[in-house]
């Protein structure tokens, strides 16, 4: 039996070590992680709401977040109207935390995130004259629930204008 335990036991380290651990300037940003699904959230450019999946995963030897979602659309009357799939690679360069969106129609390059580690996450876009400035948040608002929202800056904007707002709830 003593054996067994000794074997058993030897066995956890390799297993703790086979996990991907985020590197240190992810570390903050490890409540992101699992499995999550949300409710409706409202989209304002249409008045409509959205459902959706999301997996937020370490990849790359924990030097990269890798989040995959799934969005269906509705109209304002409920009737769907549509979804697509989208990807973002949350990453350090330099010290700096950065992140990449693509949609399949649109490419967004995050360049600056605010983190308050264990809590939230904001990231923005450059500011590039004539173009829009991007924002995305994440605010854990319990264990098991994420406020996200997603706004934008238009050309020639003053103030930050709400795209879609909702909820994901992590996966048990």
């Known amino acids: 039996m003593k054996r067994h335990l ?16 985020l590197k240190p300037d992810l ?9 999550w699904s949300s409710g409706r959230g409202n989209v304002a450019d249409t008045g409509g709401t959205s459902t959706g999946t999301s997996s937020i995963t370490p990849e790359a030897g924990g030097a990269v977040l890798l989040r995959r ?4 659309l509705y109209s304002p009357s409920g009737t769907p109207s549509g979804g697509f799939d989208q990807i973002m690679m949350i990453y350090s360069e330099s010290g700096q935390v950065h992140a ?67 909820t994901l709830t992590k996966a048990p």
């Open 100 to 166: 990449d969106y693509a949609d399949g129609t649109h490419i967004i390059h995050y360049t600056f995130a605010k983190i308050d580690p264990g809590r939230s996450v904001t990231f923005t876009t450059a500011t590039i004259p004539g173009a829009p400035l991007f924002k995305l948040a994440y605010t854990l608002s319990n264990p098991s629930t994420l406020t996200v929202s997603f706004a934008v800056i238009p050309p020639h904007g003053a103030s930050f204008l709400p795209i879609a707002t909702g």
């Open 27 to 35: 570390a903050g940003l490890s409540f992101l992680v699992g499995d």
């Open 69 to 72: 979602d799934h969005t269906n």
């Open 6 to 21: 000794i074997a058993l036991a030897a066995l956890f380290p390799c297993m703790a070590a086979s996990a991907s651990p």
